[in-house]
């Protein structure tokens, strides 16, 4: 079984910044894609950054320039920093990973959430 924990949530004022962490753990093979989705009250869950086992990264247009994603293969960690935040970033954040386990096929897992509010 493979379980995602996030960490580093918080309360933050506006322009500030927040380290995002999250781990994945269990049997696992190998890690494809990992990344950072996010839901406002109200709103559907949309995606933040993406980042490939390759370092190839991918991000919303509304993130693009103060948020920055990384990994650390060898931990099964990624993380996201995030800058000069705004109070439309309040949300919960969500860490989801595309995971290889031992003897099963790929498959999407997701973490439980941390919550980021951004005061203005």
């Known amino acids: 079984q493979v379980q995602l924990v996030e960490s580093g949530g918080g309360l933050v004022q506006a322009g500030g910044s927040l380290r995002l962490s999250c781990t994945a753990s269990?049997?696992?093979?190998?890690?494809?894609?990992m990344g950072w989705y996010r839901q406002a009250p109200g709103k559907q869950r949309e995606l933040v950054a993406t980042?490939?086992?390759?370092?190839?990264?991918n991000y919303a247009d509304s993130v693009k320039g103060r948020f920055t994603i990384s990994r650390d293969n060898a931990k099964n960690t990624v993380y996201l920093q995030m800058n000069s935040v705004k109070p439309e970033d309040t949300a919960v954040y969500y860490c989801?990973?595309?995971?290889?386990?031992?003897?099963?096929?790929?498959?999407?897992?997701w973490g439980r959430g941390t919550q980021v509010t951004v005061s203005s």
């Open positions: 989801n990973a595309d995971v290889r386990a031992y003897y099963t096929a790929s498959r999407a897992y």
């Open positions: 269990g049997s696992i093979y190998s890690i494809n894609v």
């Open positions: 980042i490939t086992s390759g370092g190839s990264t």
